[in-house]
């Protein structure tokens, strides 16, 4: 069972990585560009998350108590690592969040639109 | 002096920079602080270059003094002094070009927190000896150019092409940090010279063993660098991004983005392919075809959309497609002289390319157009501009005394002992991208204004007339006597530079054994 449950978060995870991918590269909204790559990131983030847990009963998490046994903690308790590095790219995805949404948002004054389609009708106008 | 203070120098001024702005209006005392941190760096990043070259294996900094597979490690070898050398002098160049060429822009402190924030970047993804940290230094380079490419913001073509930029070079970063999710996995640690000695099966402190087989985790882990790297140093399938955001940006940022930007990756791609991961078996054929055919096309691609541009930076901006293609052609063939070319032409195109972005944005930032049918005749009276366009233009094509040659001829040479049609890539290419700067500098010297043309220089009769920034001409100048001095030393500094950093990056032991002395060290004096 519990082998199962991990193959079907592992599957939605990637399904929803490949579907962050391909919004990003159809999608001709900007807003809806940063959300599926939001999307994307965050299945990844997910599945690094997911490299650091223990398929054991009960879990902890890292951090050391009295009340457990030291050999008890290292083999029940979680990779810390994983969590670390995703905590580092969740803080750099909110920077390039915020960076992206401003561009969006420049571009809605400068425009009068967010859509990548209109704007490029916008720009073949320009050249002629 | 400790190697680790040279990332930070950029850092710390940059950090201070929006704060100084905040309080001091003058654009002299920004200027003067930002020129004082690339050449505090640019003096930094000397001594660590003689360092570099002076020792016999890498130098190592362990942050924090956390020894090695645990806390983050700073590693430098030869290759890397190397490039860092070139990144810190091409932004203390750019710097002062900057004085001349931002004159009419408001808001310069930012531009400069940005530019040293870049260099930071650069420096810290050259310098770094952990897998991870790659990928932050890679957003570090991100967030900066992202924001340096779209600096001029009422330009709607700059800020679409920053846009465009930053969604696919976030979304390439990603699936790096996915590929770490997968060596982690493995092998159970991210540090770059504990990776090594796994994979060659050497011991190491403070470590455990590898989960399995690792061949399926390098293949993913292959395949996923390989995507970003593409993406990052614009390849062929990744390319799209390039052409839009390096013509949009401020030219020295254009530059620097052209010279440098997309070379980090490629220096990335190199330290995994020839010190870490060595392929061997079925999956080298499938990594050198891979770059090999990728790097044909992004050649053959940029050569001939070089030949339809009528915007002098897109012109340049398609060469470096087309030199980046060659880069990867050259890593491609995964033997000592590839590496020892592509060190060598990371160099030598960083310069070339930026000096002719530079020129470029002299006669843009004189004219006001990007156009140069629309500006010709104007290198008549800017001599010093086009003599620095010309040089220029000759290093890239690959005429003898420049030093673009002698890397396009090692690359050649590398191609050669693989296969002889691979070298005949190299050849069109540069003869179609010779034709397409023939026609560009036909125009800025002696071309007539087209007709239909009136408002940009109704006033005169005999063309624009340019007028040169002393500041911008001081550069290129240097620029230019740099690009004919070091080709006509290459011969020399082949041997004394390209070589040993070739040699030291493919010695995998040393690589280990200096990060591994220094952490038993550490771990035995508790």
């Known amino acids: ?128 | 002096m400790e190697i680790g203070i040279v990332p930070i120098i950029p850092l710390g001024f940059a950090f201070f920079l929006p704060l100084l702005g905040y309080f001091v209006k003058s654009r002299r005392v920004i200027e003067l602080y930002a020129l004082t941190a690339s050449i505090l760096t640019a003096y930094a990043s000397w001594k660590l270059f003689i360092m570099a070259y002076s020792s016999e294996e890498p130098l190592v900094y362990f942050v924090g003094n956390w020894p090695a597979p645990i806390g983050i490690t700073l590693e430098v070898d030869r290759l890397s002094a190397l490039i860092v050398l070139t990144a810190s002098i091409l932004f203390l160049l750019a710097m002062v070009y900057s004085i001349g060429y931002m004159e009419r822009e408001k808001g310069i402190h930012y531009y400069y927190t940005a530019l040293l924030g870049l260099e930071t970047g650069i420096i810290g993804a050259l310098m770094t000896g952990d897998a991870f940290n790659i990928f932050v230094m890679f957003e570090v380079i991100g967030a900066a150019s992202y924001s340096l490419v779209g600096f001029i913001r009422r330009d709607g073509k700059a800020v679409e092409a920053a846009f465009k930029y930053g969604i696919i070079g976030a979304l390439a970063t990603s699936l790096y940090f996915l590929a770490m999710g997968f060596v982690y996995a493995s092998f159970g640690t991210l540090n770059l010279a504990d990776l090594s000695a796994k994979f060659h099966g050497i011991p190491f402190p403070v470590t455990v063993k590898t989960f399995g087989d690792p061949t399926l985790a390098l293949a993913i882990f292959f395949a996923l660098t390989i995507s970003m790297v593409v993406v990052k140093s614009a390849n062929f399938p990744g390319h799209f991004w390039l052409p839009d955001a390096h013509p949009a940006a401020p030219s020295p940022v254009s530059a620097l983005l052209s010279g440098l930007v997309v070379a980090v990756p490629i220096y990335v791609l190199a330290r995994y392919l020839y010190t870490v991961f060595p392929p061997e078996g079925e999956i080298r054929g499938v990594i050198s075809a891979v770059l090999l055919i990728l790097g044909a096309s992004s050649a053959f691609l940029g050569s001939t959309m070089m030949l339809v541009q009528r915007d002098i930076k897109r012109l340049v901006a398609y060469s470096t497609i087309m030199h980046t293609g060659y880069m990867f052609m050259g890593l491609g063939v995964l033997s000592f002289t590839g590496l020892m070319a592509v060190t060598y032409h990371i160099v030598n195109h960083a310069l070339a390319k930026a000096l002719l972005f530079l020129a470029a944005g002299s006669f843009i930032h004189a004219s006001g157009t990007k156009d140069f049918e629309k500006m010709a005749g104007i290198g008549k009276s800017m001599p010093f501009t086009t003599f620095a366009f010309v040089v220029a233009t000759l290093s890239l094509v690959g005429v003898p005394p420049l030093n673009a040659f002698f890397s396009k001829m090692l690359i050649y040479d590398a191609l050669v002992e693989r296969s002889f049609a691979l070298g005949v890539v190299i050849i069109i290419t540069s003869a179609v991208a010779a034709w397409a700067y023939f026609r560009a500098l036909v125009y800025l010297w002696r071309g007539k204004p087209r007709e239909g043309h009136h408002h940009e220089h109704e006033h005169s009769h005999e063309g624009p007339h340019g007028h040169e920034n002393p500041y911008m001409a001081l550069v290129m100048v240097v620029m230019a006597v740099a690009v004919i001095g070091i080709g006509i030393l290459s011969p020399m500094l082949i041997d004394r530079l390209a070589i040993p950093a070739a040699t030291q990056a493919m010695d995998y032991r040393s690589y280990i054994d200096a990060v591994r002395r220094l952490a038993e060290r550490i771990i035995a004096s508790g």
Do not use: C, W
């Open chain 1, 1 to 128: 069972m519990i082998s199962f449950l991990l193959a079907y978060i592992t599957i939605t995870l990637f399904a929803m990585l490949f579907l962050g991918i391909y919004g990003v590269a159809t999608r001709s909204n900007l807003i809806k560009k940063i959300i599926m790559l939001n999307i994307a990131n965050d299945a990844i983030n997910m599945l690094f998350i997911l490299i650091g847990y223990r398929m054991v009963f009960p879990v902890f998490p890292p951090v050391y108590e009295k009340h457990i046994t030291f050999r008890e903690f290292l083999e029940k308790s979680v990779d810390p690592l994983p969590q670390a590095l995703v905590l580092t790219a969740v803080v750099i995805g909110m920077a390039m969040n915020i960076l992206l949404t401003t561009y969006a948002i420049q571009f809605y004054r400068l425009h009068g639109t967010v859509d990548a389609r209109d704007i490029a009708e916008v720009m073949r106008g320009d050249d002629e």
